[in-house]
């Protein structure tokens, strides 16, 4: 049959204003997160990584929250520009018997800003 | 800066037949994977590569798929007898190790349909 495949949550914010990107993962044996940019037509690309030993990592206009109480991982961007219009993905990592390094994705937000 | 090169960017091919999709990855890095996206969706993971042989698999990787390092800088992965619900993007990534971080680099992929 047809593949409708599934609705990306969209957040629109406009140019200059902060943005945050919330993600929930399943594993609580999941001891490692990143989040990824993807654009259009374009592979994943490392943002940001923050380890389950962790609750806050900054990197540059960029922030990882992770809330291993209820499972939750978020992503703020300041000062969100134009070229940060993407598809945002978190990843989770387990580190439990056997696994190689697989990553398990999230199903993404589209974020559109507005100049 | 060090890339995952894919190719081809796109490649159209009948139901049933064989495709080979290529990939070079990172020099120094030593696991490589292979992940795919329907139109839509969120990134899954198929398998990961690690010394020579396969470390582990989805149950998306059946027996229709294989991977292969045929020599020291290409890895590849093939779909037997391909099926309609194979188009997507597929994505190889590599990784200096299993810890992740801005090292597990993804390729731009390929868009594999199938008619």
């Known amino acids: 049959g047809e593949n409708v495949g599934l609705h990306l949550p969209t957040l629109s914010v406009q140019e200059g204003d902060n943005s945050i990107i919330n993600c929930a993962y399943s594993?609580?044996?999941?001891?490692?997160f990143i989040w990824y940019k993807q654009e259009s037509g374009k592979g994943p690309q490392f943002i940001i990584d923050i380890r389950s030993n962790m609750d806050k990592r900054q990197g540059q206009r960029v922030t990882v929250l992770l809330n291993k109480t209820v499972k939750h991982l978020s992503l703020q961007i300041a000062a969100t520009q134009p070229g940060d219009s993407a598809v945002y993905f978190c990843a989770e990592k387990g580190n439990y018997g056997g696994s190689q390094g697989n990553l398990i994705f999230g199903k993404g937000t589209k974020l559109s800003v507005k100049p | 800066e060090p890339e995952v090169t894919q190719t081809p960017s796109h490649q159209v091919t009948q139901m049933g037949q064989e495709v080979i999709l290529r990939c070079v990855p990172i020099s120094n890095h030593l696991y490589f994977y292979w992940y795919r996206q329907i139109l839509g969706q969120k990134v899954e993971f198929l398998v990961s590569?690690?010394?020579?042989?396969?470390?582990?698999k989805s149950e998306i990787f059946d027996d229709q798929f294989s991977v292969e390092r045929p020599d020291g800088s290409n890895f590849t992965l093939k779909i037997r007898s391909t099926k309609l619900e194979d188009s997507a993007m597929y994505f190889c990534a590599s990784s200096e190790s299993r810890a992740g971080g801005d090292g597990y680099t993804f390729g731009s992929g390929t868009r594999l349909t199938v008619v």
């Open positions: 594993n609580s044996a999941s001891d490692y």
């Open positions: 590569f690690y010394n020579n042989e396969i470390s582990e």
